[in-house]
């Protein structure tokens, strides 16, 4: 199963990322079960959103760019509105990016 790469850029990707390259420093890890543990974080992370999240989000805002590239979307609002059954929020800049999950299978 291909995987995006694209989590690796969450706050929790950037954190094991991190992690790894310090156990890597250390000689604690090997640079080859870094990648291993990488590749396992983003096939966990797809599978996580694809199977487990339920909720939907209603996302309001003003559009300021957005770009199509190598079958990716992406899109910068400003003062968004992300509203869903539980909350209500609003943020200054996101950065929406979005990928064909058919990809995936091929």
């Given at each position: 199963m291909a995987t995006?790469?694209?989590y690796r850029r969450s706050a929790i990707g950037m954190c094991l990322t991190e992690s790894l390259d310090e156990m890597?420093?250390?000689?604690?890890?090997?640079?080859e079960l870094a990648i291993q543990v990488l590749m396992q974080f983003d096939k966990s992370m797809t599978d996580a959103l694809e199977t487990q999240v339920k909720s939907k989000v209603t996302i309001k805002g003003h559009l300021h760019t957005y770009r199509f590239c190598d079958n990716v979307w992406t899109f910068?609002?400003?003062d968004a509105t992300f509203k869903s059954d539980e909350c209500h929020e609003q943020v200054k800049r996101v950065k929406i990016v979005a990928c064909d999950s058919n990809l995936l299978t091929q």
């Open positions: 995006f790469e694209l890597v420093s250390s000689g604690t890890l090997s640079p910068i609002l400003q």
